[in-house]
C-alpha cells in the first residue's frame, strides 16, 4: 500500500470534497479517485461514501483515518528532523589535561563542541597524569586527557580511549648519511643524539617528557625556541637532536631534515579517560564530538616529504609553507570568515599559483573547526553544463526523478558549514549563474575559485593573485638582499631539491636575479628553470632562457606579457628534455584529468618503455604524481603545461595518430570494464573508471564514427548507473542517438538511454526508446538482447504500477535467457518477477524466486544484483515472520553494499535491520538503525521505493510508542550522527 493513497485519503476526508482534495494534493481529480478506489480494494473495506451530496466516511473510514494521520505524522517528523542535531543536555563539563595534548586537535574538538551544544560549559585546567586520576575519582574533573606509557595499569572503574601517539622527530643535517632515510631507529643514533624541547611548556608536559627521555637513557636538553624550525636548527648547530612533536607543524629550515625516529622506549600516546558510571549527556555529547575530530583528521598535518618523493607540481607539500604567501592567505582567512563574502574568486594568470593558495585558504579555514571543504577539479570539463554535475558527483549526490540536480546538492549541503574549491573555472565560465544558483540555495555554503578572469556575477569577490615579490636590480647585489625576495626563496629552495649543494653566492647573485625577473616571479616558471640546476649554471639558465624568449609581439598569439614569460619557460624546459622525452610530453598532452602508466605506455609510448620517460618528465617539474587506487600511480599534467604539449603535437603533426591511439585505448578499456563490472572485480573497475571521467568525456568528444560512440556508450551504462551520473550520460546519449546510427550500436545504446530515463522517472521516454530496441533486437534476430528489451520493457510497466502487463514482459524474457543459458540475465528477471509476486502478496512464490536468483549471483560474485536480492529476501521473510532469516538476509546485503561503497544500498540494508530489532522490542537500537539508514538514504541522494515504506513507517511506529517521543528522537539522532560508524561495524541485531 503506497502513503501517497494515504495521504489522498486524508485529504478526502478531512475536506469532505474531491475537487478540493485534488487541488490540496496538486493531482486530477480521476487520478485521486482511481487510487483511493485501488486503496479500499487493497484493505478489503468501503472507507468513503459518494453521492450528490457530497462525501461521508464510513465507520472503518473513521477508524482508518485516525491510523493514517497517526502514520503520516510520523513520517513527516522522520522528513522534517532528518538534519536536527541531538542538543546535549544542558550541564558543565571540567577536563583536566597536560598541554601537549592541547595540540594539534583540542582547540577544534573545543571550538565544534562549544558551537554545536552553545548551552554546554566547558572549563579546562592543567594537571599531570596522575593527578587528573585523582581530580576524576574525587569527581573534580569530568574528563581528563592524559600521556599513558605501554603497560600503564588501567584503573578499576575508569575507561580509556587512546588518542595520538607522540612521535619524535630527528633533526639531521641534509648532508648526513641518515638525512636520506625514513626509518632512523633510536638504537642507531642513541649514542650520537640528544634530546631537546622547549622550556615553554607546562610544568605536566615537562615532567612527563623529562621522565620519558629519562627512561630512554637520553639526557634531555631544553632550550628558548619555541617552533619547529627554530628546535631544528639549533639541534643541528649541536649535532643531531630528537624533538617530541603531535603533529608535523612546520616545513624544516633550509640545511636541515626531520625524520620520524622508531623506538619503544620513546613510546607514549595521549589518552580519553572518563568514570564508567558517568552516563551524563554532556560527557557523552563531548565523546562524540572528541570521536568525530580524531576520526575526521582535520586537524593534522602529515610528515615531511620523503627523500624519494616528488613535489607536486599542482601544490606545495602539505606541512611546507607557501613562499611568499603569507600575508595574502591572511588576507583570503579573513574574508572567508566574513558572512557577507560567500563567492571568492582567485584571479591572475597561468602559472602564478592560484590553486596552491586556494588549497592553503582552504586547509586554513578547515583547520579552524566549523567547515568541511570539498575540492572540485574543473580541469578536465570544457561544457559548462557538466559542472554542477561534477560538484554532485564530488559531494556524493545522485540524480533522482523527483527533484533537480540543484535542489540535490542543496539538500546535501544544508545544514553543512561548506567551502567549495573549485578549480580552473576559466573554461567554463558560462557556468557562473549555476554558482549563484547554488550560492541562492545552500545558505550554509562559500565558493572560493580559481579562474585566469573574473566571473562577473554580482555575488562575486575578485581577489587577484600576484607574481612572487622580486629582488632587487641594480647597486651592489648582496645574498642577503637577494634573499629578501620570495622569488629568490623559491628558486633556491627548488634548486635545491635536484642540487642538494645548491646555494647562493656573490659569484650566482646577480644570475639568479636576472633569473627571476626574467621570468616575472611565476611560481611555475621559476620552478621549471630552477629543476635543471643539477646540469646547469644560473648564468647557462640565463643564457638558453633568452633564445627561448619571444621578443614583444611575437610569440602564441593573443598572449600577454606574463603568458609570453611563461611560454618561453615550458618551451625552454621542452627543448632541453632528450628526443624521446620530447615525443612522450607531447603525446601525454591529451590526456585530460591524469593517467595511469598503462595508459601512457598504450597511448603515448607504445615500443618504449614508458616508467623511464616519466620518471625523467617529473624529475623536471613537468608532470606530477599522485597515490591512485592500490599501488598504482597516477600521474598529472598541469592544464598549462597540456594545453603547451597540445601546442607541440599539432606542431609535429601527430595530433590524428595520437587522438586515434587515445580513443582506441579508451575503447579498450571501456569494453574490458563491462565484463569486469559484473565479476568479483566491480568495486575495482568503478574506482577506476571514475578515475577516468575526464578522459572518457575527451573520447567521447573526439569520436566522429557515430556507430562506435554508441557502443561505447552503451557500455557504460552499469557505471553510470552505479555511480548516480544519470543526467549526463542520458545527455550524451540522447545527442548520440539523435545522429542515427546502424541497428546493433543503436539498440545497445537505447537500452542504456531507456534505463536512464526510467531512474529519473521519465516513463514515457524510457518506453519509447526501449520499445525501439525491441523492434532492433527483434529484427536482427538476437534473442538475448529481445531478452533484456523485454525485461526493461516490464520494469517500466512495474515502475507504473501495472504489475500484469510487467509479469507479461518478465515471463516472455525468461522464455528466452533459459534456452541460451544466460543465467545472469535470467537471474534478473527472476529477481523482478519475485518484486511482481512480493507486491502481490503471494510471498511463498516471491521467495522461491529470489532464491532461485541468488543462487547464480553468489556463484559468480555478481555483487550488484545479489545485495538487492538479499534485501528483497530480508523483507520477504520479514512478511512470513521469519525474523532471523530476515536478519541474515539484511546482514549479507549490508556486507556486500559496503564491499560496494553503494551508500543507498547500506541505507535500505539498515532499514532493514531496524525492522528486525524493532520485532524483537529493541526499540533503542532499532531507533539507531533508522537513524543511519536516513542519512546514507540522503547522502545517496535516494529514498525508499514506495512499496517499501509501509514495512518501515510501522516499525518506526513501534519503536517510537516503546520509547517516547524524546528518547525515540534521541536515539535516532544518534544513528543518523555515526551513520558511517553504525555501517562499519554493525553490531548484530540479537
Known amino acids: 500500500m503506497e502513503l501517497r493513497q494515504w495521504q489522498y485519503f486524508v485529504a478526502v476526508a478531512e475536506e469532505l470534497n474531491f475537487t478540493r482534495a485534488a487541488e490540496r494534493c496538486h493531482v486530477a481529480q480521476p487520478s485521486l479517485s482511481k487510487q483511493i478506489q485501488l486503496l479500499e480494494e487493497r484493505l478489503g473495506v468501503t472507507l468513503l461514501l459518494r453521492d450528490r451530496r457530497g462525501v461521508e466516511l464510513t465507520p472503518a473510514g473513521h477508524v482508518f483515518l485516525r491510523d493514517a494521520r497517526r502514520v503520516l505524522s510520523q513520517v513527516e517528523w522522520a522528513v522534517t528532523n532528518v538534519r536536527r542535531e541531538e542538543q546535549a543536555r544542558r550541564g558543565r563539563l571540567v577536563i583536566g589535561m597536560v598541554d601537549y595534548a592541547n595540540l594539534p586537535f583540542v582547540p577544534l574538538v573545543l571550538r565544534r563542541a562549544q558551537t554545536r551544544y552553545p548551552d554546554l560549559a566547558l572549563e579546562r585546567t592543567e594537571m599531570p597524569t596522575a593527578q587528573q586520576r585523582r581530580a576524576l575519582q574525587e569527581r573534580a574533573i569530568d574528563l581528563g586527557l592524559c600521556?599513558?606509557?605501554?603497560?600503564?595499569?588501567?584503573?578499576?572503574?575508569?575507561?580509556?580511549?587512546?588518542?595520538?601517539?607522540?612521535?619524535?622527530?630527528l633533526a639531521i643535517p641534509s648532508e648526513h648519511p641518515l638525512s636520506r632515510r625514513t626509518d632512523v631507529s633510536l638504537a642507531e643514533v642513541a649514542g650520537e643524539a640528544?634530546?631537546?624541547?622547549?622550556?615553554?611548556?607546562?610544568?605536566?608536559?615537562?615532567?612527563?617528557?623529562?621522565?620519558?627521555?629519562?627512561?630512554?637513557?637520553?639526557?634531555?636538553?631544553?632550550?628558548?625556541?619555541?617552533?619547529?624550525?627554530?628546535?631544528?636548527?639549533?639541534?643541528?648547530?649541536?649535532?643531531?637532536?630528537?624533538?617530541?612533536?603531535?603533529?608535523?607543524?612546520?616545513?624544516?629550515?633550509?640545511?636541515?631534515?626531520?625524520?620520524?625516529?622508531?623506538?619503544?622506549?620513546?613510546?607514549?600516546?595521549?589518552?580519553?579517560?572518563?568514570?564508567?558510571?558517568?552516563?551524563?549527556?554532556?560527557?557523552?555529547?563531548?565523546?562524540?564530538?572528541?570521536?568525530?575530530?580524531?576520526?575526521?583528521?582535520?586537524?593534522?598535518?602529515?610528515?615531511?616529504?620523503?627523500?624519494?618523493?616528488?613535489?607536486?607540481?599542482?601544490?606545495?607539500?602539505?606541512?611546507?609553507?607557501?613562499?611568499?604567501r603569507g600575508e595574502t592567505l591572511l588576507t583570503l582567512e579573513g574574508l572567508l570568515n566574513r558572512p557577507e563574502v560567500r563567492l571568492l574568486t582567485l584571479t591572475g594568470p597561468a602559472g602564478v599559483g592560484k590553486t596552491s593558495v586556494a588549497r592553503a585558504a582552504a586547509d586554513r579555514l578547515q583547520r579552524q573547526g566549523g567547515h568541511r571543504v570539498v575540492f572540485v577539479d574543473l580541469s578536465s570539463l570544457r561544457d559548462p553544463a557538466l559542472v554542477l554535475p561534477q560538484v554532485a558527483s564530488a559531494l556524493g549526490v545522485r540524480d533522482l526523478p523527483d527533484r533537480t540536480l540543484l535542489d540535490g546538492v542543496g539538500q546535501t549541503l544544508h545544514p553543512h558549514a561548506t567551502l567549495l574549491v573549485l578549480d580552473n573555472f576559466e573554461q567554463v565560465l558560462p557556468a557562473a549563474a549555476d554558482l549563484v544558483a547554488l550560492l541562492d540555495a545552500s545558505p550554509d555554503l562559500r565558493l572560493l575559485v580559481t579562474s585566469r578572469e573574473a566571473l562577473g556575477v554580482e555575488a562575486e569577490r575578485p581577489f587577484p593573485i600576484e607574481p612572487l615579490v622580486l629582488p632587487a636590480l641594480g647597486g651592489t647585489l648582496s645574498v642577503g638582499s637577494a634573499l629578501e625576495a620570495p622569488a629568490t626563496q623559491l628558486f633556491v629552495r627548488q634548486a635545491r631539491r635536484v642540487k642538494p649543494g645548491f646555494a647562493l653566492t656573490e659569484d650566482n647573485v646577480a644570475a639568479v636575479t636576472r633569473l627571476c625577473r626574467r621570468l616575472d616571479g611565476l611560481p611555475l616558471a621559476l620552478e621549471l628553470t630552477a629543476a635543471r640546476a643539477a646540469l646547469l649554471s644560473p648564468a647557462a639558465m640565463l643564457g638558453r632562457l633568452d633564445r627561448?624568449?619571444?621578443?614583444?609581439?611575437?610569440?602564441?598569439?593573443?598572449?600577454?606579457?606574463?603568458?609570453?614569460?611563461?611560454?618561453?619557460?615550458?618551451?625552454?624546459?621542452?627543448?632541453?628534455?632528450?628526443?624521446?622525452?620530447?615525443?612522450?610530453?607531447?603525446?601525454?598532452?591529451?590526456?585530460?584529468?591524469?593517467?595511469?602508466?598503462?595508459?601512457?605506455?598504450?597511448?603515448?609510448?607504445?615500443d618504449a618503455d614508458v616508467m623511464d620517460g616519466l620518471a625523467a618528465l617529473i624529475e623536471r617539474n613537468l608532470v606530477g604524481v599522485v597515490e591512485g587506487p592500490g599501488d598504482e600511480p597516477r600521474f598529472t599534467m598541469l592544464e598549462t603545461l597540456r594545453e603547451h604539449a597540445l601546442e607541440r603535437l599539432e606542431e609535429r603533426g601527430e595530433w590524428d595518430l595520437t587522438r586515434e591511439r587515445f580513443v582506441a585505448h579508451f575503447e579498450e578499456l571501456v569494453r574490458d570494464a563491462e565484463h569486469e563490472l559484473v565479476g568479483e572485480q566491480q568495486h575495482v573497475w568503478l574506482e577506476r573508471l571514475d578515475l577516468e571521467m575526464g578522459n572518457l568525456r575527451q573520447a567521447f568528444s573526439w569520436l566522429g564514427d557515430v556507430d562506435r560512440a554508441l557502443t561505447m556508450a552503451g557500455r557504460l551504462y552499469a557505471f553510470w548507473h552505479t555511480r548516480g551520473h544519470t543526467t549526463e550520460a542520458r545527455a550524451l546519449l540522447s545527442g548520440l542517438l539523435a545522429r542515427g546510427g546502424s541497428a546493433g550500436p543503436r539498440a545497445r545504446a537505447l537500452n542504456a538511454a531507456g534505463n536512464?530515463?526510467?531512474?529519473?522517472?521519465?516513463?514515457?521516454?524510457?518506453?519509447?526508446?526501449?520499445?525501439?530496441?525491441?523492434?532492433?533486437?527483434?529484427?536482427?534476430?538476437?534473442?538475448?538482447?529481445?531478452?533484456?528489451?523485454?525485461?526493461?520493457?516490464?520494469?517500466?510497466?512495474?515502475?507504473?504500477?501495472?504489475?500484469?502487463?510487467?509479469?507479461?514482459?518478465?515471463?516472455?524474457?525468461?522464455?528466452?535467457?533459459?534456452?541460451?543459458?544466460?543465467?545472469?540475465?535470467?537471474?534478473?528477471?527472476?529477481?523482478?518477477?519475485?518484486?511482481?509476486?512480493?507486491?502481490?502478496?503471494?510471498?511463498?512464490?516471491?521467495?522461491?524466486?529470489?532464491?532461485?536468483?541468488?543462487?547464480?549471483?553468489?556463484?559468480?560474485?555478481?555483487?550488484?544484483?545479489?545485495?538487492?536480492?538479499?534485501?528483497?529476501?530480508?523483507?520477504?521473510?520479514?512478511?512470513?515472520?521469519?525474523?532471523?532469516?530476515?536478519?541474515?538476509?539484511?546482514?549479507?546485503?549490508?556486507?556486500?553494499?559496503?564491499?560496494?561503497?553503494?551508500?543507498?544500498?547500506?541505507?535500505?540494508?539498515?532499514?532493514?535491520?531496524?525492522?528486525?530489532?524493532?520485532?524483537?522490542?529493541?526499540?533503542?537500537?532499532?531507533?539507531?538503525?533508522?537513524?543511519?539508514?536516513?542519512?546514507?538514504?540522503?547522502?545517496?541522494?535516494?529514498?525508499?521505493?514506495?512499496?517499501?515504506?509501509?514495512?518501515?513507517?510501522?516499525?518506526?511506529?513501534?519503536?517510537?510508542?516503546?520509547?517516547?517521543?524524546?528518547?525515540?528522537?534521541?536515539?535516532?539522532?544518534?544513528?543518523?550522527?555515526?551513520?558511517?560508524?553504525?555501517?562499519?561495524?554493525?553490531?548484530?541485531?540479537?
Open 548 to 606: 627561448h624568449q619571444p621578443l614583444p609581439g611575437r610569440g602564441p598569439a593573443g598572449l600577454n606579457e606574463r603568458h609570453r614569460t611563461l611560454h618561453a619557460a615550458v618551451s625552454w624546459s621542452y627543448e632541453l628534455l632528450e628526443h624521446d622525452r620530447r615525443v612522450l610530453f607531447r603525446r601525454l598532452g591529451v590526456f585530460s584529468g591524469g593517467f595511469t602508466a598503462q595508459s601512457a605506455q598504450a597511448v603515448a609510448a607504445q
Open 147 to 169: 600521556g599513558l606509557r605501554p603497560g600503564t595499569p588501567p584503573l578499576p572503574g575508569f575507561a580509556y580511549e587512546p588518542l595520538l601517539a607522540m612521535r619524535w622527530l
Open 194 to 324: 640528544f634530546i631537546m624541547f622547549s622550556r615553554h611548556v607546562s610544568a605536566p608536559a615537562y615532567d612527563l617528557i623529562v621522565q620519558v627521555c629519562r627512561d630512554a637513557g637520553f639526557t634531555p636538553r631544553v632550550a628558548e625556541e619555541t617552533t619547529q624550525q627554530q628546535l631544528g636548527l639549533r639541534m643541528v648547530a649541536a649535532g643531531l637532536g630528537v624533538m617530541p612533536v603531535m603533529s608535523y607543524g612546520e616545513a624544516p629550515p633550509d640545511g636541515v631534515v626531520f625524520r620520524e625516529v622508531f623506538g619503544d622506549a620513546l613510546d607514549f600516546t595521549v589518552h580519553a579517560m572518563w568514570r564508567r558510571d558517568d552516563d551524563s549527556a554532556h560527557l557523552a555529547a563531548f565523546l562524540g564530538v572528541l570521536r568525530e575530530v580524531m576520526a575526521d583528521g582535520a586537524w593534522r598535518v602529515p610528515p615531511p616529504e620523503s627523500p624519494s618523493s616528488t613535489p607536486s607540481q599542482r601544490e606545495a607539500a602539505p606541512g611546507e609553507d607557501l613562499i611568499g
Open 756 to 990: 536512464l530515463a526510467r531512474l529519473q522517472g521519465a516513463y514515457d521516454q524510457a518506453e519509447v526508446w526501449h520499445q525501439e530496441a525491441l523492434t532492433l533486437r527483434r529484427a536482427l534476430g538476437e534473442p538475448r538482447e529481445v531478452g533484456v528489451s523485454l525485461n526493461n520493457l516490464g520494469v517500466v510497466a512495474q515502475m507504473r504500477g501495472d504489475l500484469t502487463r510487467a509479469a507479461s514482459f518478465f515471463e516472455e524474457a525468461l522464455t528466452l535467457f533459459r534456452p541460451l543459458g544466460e543465467e545472469r540475465f535470467a537471474s534478473a528477471v527472476l529477481n523482478n518477477l519475485g518484486e511482481v509476486a512480493r507486491h502481490q502478496g503471494d510471498l511463498a512464490r516471491a521467495a522461491e524466486y529470489y532464491q532461485e536468483a541468488l543462487a547464480w549471483q553468489r556463484e559468480h560474485g555478481h555483487l550488484r544484483s545479489s545485495v538487492l536480492t538479499l534485501f528483497n529476501i530480508g523483507q520477504t521473510r520479514l512478511g512470513l515472520t521469519d525474523v532471523a532469516g530476515a536478519e541474515v538476509a539484511f546482514r549479507e546485503s549490508l556486507t556486500q553494499a559496503v564491499a560496494l561503497r553503494d551508500e543507498g544500498r547500506m541505507g535500505r540494508a539498515l532499514e532493514g535491520l531496524g525492522q528486525v530489532l524493532a520485532r524483537r522490542g529493541e526499540a533503542e537500537r532499532a531507533a539507531e538503525f533508522f537513524g543511519a539508514g536516513a542519512a546514507l538514504w540522503e547522502r545517496a541522494g535516494m529514498a525508499l521505493p514506495a512499496h517499501d515504506q509501509e514495512g518501515l513507517t510501522l516499525a518506526l511506529m513501534q519503536a517510537r510508542e516503546v520509547l517516547g517521543e524524546d528518547r525515540y528522537r534521541e536515539r535516532w539522532t544518534e544513528g543518523y550522527r555515526r551513520g558511517e560508524e553504525v555501517v562499519s561495524a554493525p553490531q548484530a541485531p540479537g
